[in-house]
């Protein structure tokens, strides 16, 4: 499964190492939802992207839809609470993030969910995390992204008033922070490109009951 992937000129060390995150920066999407974004928080991203894609036990899903079976076109992996993480700066970017954010969120992020977008036809549809408690509470989802660029895209769900569809290229160590309503109010997608793209692989950090 592993996929050697060529460094960023933005990122030509091999120490895998956080840095501060007094960097983040907020905007304000409208209806109670914000997002946080700091770009460049993982130093080393190519080599942690290197580890992940050979280390970690990913599986292939598929859903039904309609009347037929298809593929979910990304490779899965997910550790629950008290399960070690496939990289001790994992750990580490966990309990950074717990930390920081423990007076707003006020409980820490426990779980782990891993994504491996392989090229451009790998996507994830217009969703957002409401199963359990995202539903009907203000919470927090935090993605760490390494490998090539990939756009997160956000709009208003359906019916919602205010704002526009955004779109954010993460990769390369990027931290982005989905807050407040962002779960209920909006969605947000990786959307399938017809670009040359290279493999990109997300780690998305989660309270418990959130999913």
Same mark, same amino acid.
Do not use: N
């Given at each position: 499964?592993?996929?050697?992937?060529?460094?960023?000129?933005?990122?030509?060390?091999?120490?895998?190492?956080?840095? /501060?995150?007094?960097?983040?920066?907020?905007? %304000?999407?409208?209806?109670?939802?914000?997002?946080?974004?700091?770009?460049?928080?993982?130093?080393?991203?190519?080599?942690?992207?290197?580890?992940?894609?050979?280390?970690?036990?990913?599986?292939?899903?598929?859903?039904?839809?309609?009347?037929?079976?298809?593929?979910?076109?990304?490779?899965?992996?997910?550790? &629950?609470?008290?399960?070690?993480?496939?990289? /001790?700066?994992?750990?580490?970017?966990?309990?950074?993030?717990?930390? *920081?954010?423990?007076?707003?969120?006020? !409980?820490?992020?426990?779980?782990?969910?891993?994504?491996?977008?392989?090229?451009?036809?790998?996507?994830?549809?217009? *969703?957002?995390?409401? %199963?359990?408690?995202?539903?009907?509470?203000?919470?927090?989802?935090?993605?760490?992204?390494?490998? !090539?660029?990939?756009?997160?895209?956000?709009?208003?769900?359906?019916?919602?008033?205010?704002?526009?569809? &955004?779109?954010?290229?993460?990769?390369?160590?990027?931290?982005?922070?989905?807050?407040?309503?962002?779960?209920?109010?909006?969605? *947000?997608?990786?959307?399938?490109?017809?670009?040359? %793209?290279?493999?990109?692989?997300?780690?998305?950090?989660? /309270?418990?009951? %959130?999913?």
């Amino acid at each position: 499964m592993a996929a050697h992937l060529q460094g960023s000129l933005f990122d030509q060390t091999d120490e895998i190492r956080l840095g /501060p995150l007094d960097g983040l920066r907020r905007t %304000v999407l409208g209806q109670g939802a914000w997002v946080d974004l700091l770009p460049g928080w993982l130093s080393g991203a190519g080599a942690l992207f290197d580890e992940l894609a050979a280390g970690v036990p990913w599986r292939a899903e598929r859903r039904h839809m309609y009347d037929h079976e298809v593929a979910v076109p990304r490779l899965l992996a997910f550790y &629950r609470a008290g399960e070690a993480l496939p990289h /001790p700066v994992l750990e580490e970017a966990r309990a950074g993030l717990s930390a *920081h954010y423990a007076a707003e969120l006020g !409980e820490p992020f426990v779980t782990a969910g891993l994504c491996y977008y392989r090229d451009g036809r790998d996507s994830v549809a217009w *969703h957002g995390d409401r %199963v359990g408690r995202g539903a009907h509470t203000d919470t927090m989802v935090a993605i760490l992204s390494v490998g !090539e660029p990939r756009d997160l895209a956000l709009r208003p769900r359906a019916g919602a008033a205010g704002g526009t569809t &955004r779109r954010l290229p993460l990769g390369h160590g990027d931290l982005v922070v989905m807050g407040g309503s962002c779960q209920r109010t909006w969605e *947000h997608s990786v959307p399938k490109t017809a670009r040359s %793209v290279g493999p990109r692989i997300s780690v998305q950090f989660r /309270p418990r009951g %959130v999913g």
